[in-house]
């Protein structure tokens, strides 16, 4: 009999079949389609692997209550996959989707299957094809029962942080797993964004070829910004095309695509009223790419900046600078929008779990994720990571930088989204007091939707037109 079943042998769940199998534990695995079935196991041969051609036959052949990784398209693929799947599961067996779910989908099919006793999990999976295979990290969520009736086989295949950890927690009930996934992943791309400005400034403004720039993410990558996306940035630049010898990179269309995964980060981000700013413009700076056609038109019409002999090595220091306290900005909204969701959603998150969790295995790793689950562990009611004196002190020694960065690029016409997200984002936080009193009094004079007072409490209604008595 199979510890646990896997559903669904596309690469991400063949690699994670193929871990669940190394680390000991027997797993049963079934595609609909027999033919890729049949080919995994030819390729892929241990005694821990169980092919099944049947979900009859993969549920008969599972240990009592059942436990099963559903890997399959998130969306209308779930709910028919379950369908097909329920009839043949018993009160207490425990499904575990592992796809990029919608938290709310998450919620809806565990109040559904929870009518026949059946439990599940929806549990945000990141690391890729060679972290599902090696150790990636993992973020369940759903009845605490269920967790811990699956939490061996989980501890056992997730990545190690440095200190020996798994990358893996239970985060709560509901749809807190798949929250805390989509949350990872507006925070990937704003960290996406933000590499992406300091490469284009250093190329652009800089003027520095793709060899200089990978040795450049190189030595980045061995000290504060150490982290998976500047590391393969690095192995990115290095690349050649065999074709032309021209470095791969400068070949690739600059229209980016996504999943939508960062839209929903930013999207519930407005429903329950956290700024976002730097993982919005990263998502809208995708939009903007996708304008190939109208972009190419657009650079012949609308005139910017008069060109300027590159050069500025300089810059690189404040580039640096720049792209930390972009990536310092990012987590910092991530964790605040997670803050939030406790009080939302009743949610019960430990923001330094959720750090720890990400320190290894997952694509937003980064040195940087110690400091902050230090900063919540000792202090986890911390609004703000922001406030956190270890990261409070590195910002305001980047801060020149920072701003420097964002000024050349506005000053050379370079787009930088993110950083110009990123610093007025922290220059709003750290604002005793912002223009919000203007907008206010607008909305009283337009609307008569009153407003408050800084002397005395109470709200209050003007007559604001000058030529009205009071």
């Known amino acids: 009999m199979a510890s646990i079943g896997v559903i669904g042998l596309g690469v991400m769940g063949q690699n994670l ?50 436990r099963l990784l559903l890997m399959v398209k998130a969306g209308a693929a779930v709910d028919a996959l379950i369908a097909q799947v329920r009839p043949l599961l018993e009160p207490g067996d425990v499904l575990i989707d592992g796809g990029n779910s919608h938290f ?43 967790y811990e009736m699956v939490a061996p086989v989980l501890e056992a295949i ?21 929250y805390v996934k ?12 933000g590499i992406a400005e300091a490469y284009d400034l250093l190329r ?29 940035t690095a192995h ?44 919005t413009s ?10 190939k056609e109208e972009r190419v038109r657009a650079s012949a019409a609308l005139p910017g900046p008069a060109p300027e002999p590159p050069g500025g090595l300089h810059m690189i220091d404040q580039a640096r600078a720049a792209l930390f306290a972009n990536m310092v900005v990012a987590y910092a909204q991530g964790m605040a929008l997670l803050r939030r969701a406790t009080a939302e959603y009743g949610y019960t998150y430990r923001l330094a779990d959720v750090a720890a969790i990400w320190r ?17 562990d000792q202090a986890p009611e911390l609004p703000n990571v922001l406030l956190a004196p270890v990261l409070r002190h590195a910002l305001a020694e980047r801060q020149q930088g920072w701003r420097a960065t964002l000024i050349a690029g506005v000053h050379h016409g370079v787009p930088m989204p993110a950083t110009a997200a990123a610093l007025a984002y922290y220059d709003g936080y750290r604002s005793a007091r912002l223009p919000a009193n203007l907008i206010q009094a607008q909305r009283d004079y337009f609307g008569a939707h009153t407003y408050e007072r800084v002397d005395r409490p109470g709200t209050f209604h003007t007559t604001w037109r000058p030529d009205v008595t009071m």
């Open 282 to 291: 990263a998502v809208e700076a995708r939009y903007l790419s996708a304008l």
């Open 204 to 232: 652009q403004v800089g003027g520095l070829d793709v060899d200089h720039l990978a040795a450049i993410f190189e030595e980045w990558n061995r000290a504060e910004l150490a982290s998976f996306l500047v590391e393969i």
């Open 104 to 146: 709310t989908d998450t919620e809806r099919r565990q109040r559904e299957l929870a009518s026949d006793g059946i439990l599940m999990l929806g549990m945000g999976i990141s690391g890729g094809e060679e972290g599902a295979l090696r150790g990636p990290s993992l973020m369940p969520g759903g009845p605490k029962e269920a």
């Open 360 to 376: 290894a295995g997952c694509i937003i790793r980064a040195a940087l994720l110690e400091d902050i689950r230090q900063a919540f």
């Open 17 to 66: 079949a193929r871990n669940i199998a190394r680390r000991g534990f027997r797993v049963a695995v079934y595609n609909r389609t027999r033919e890729k079935t049949e080919t995994f196991v030819q390729q892929h041969p241990d005694p821990n692997i169980l092919a099944t051609y049947a979900l009859e036959e993969l549920t008969a052949h599972l240990e009592r209550p059942r």
């Open 236 to 279: 990115i630049l290095r690349v050649q095309d065999p074709q032309t010898g021209r470095p791969l990179v400068d070949l690739v269309l600059d229209r980016a695509h996504q999943k939508g995964t960062g839209k929903w980060t930013s999207q519930n981000a407005l429903d329950v009223g956290v700024p976002v700013p730097t993982i």
């Open 158 to 178: 997730a990545a190690r942080a440095h200190d020996g950890r798994p990358c893996v927690a239970y985060l709560g009930p509901g749809g807190a797993g798949h």
């Open 182 to 193: 989509m949350v990872h992943n507006g925070i990937e791309y704003a960290l996406m964004q």
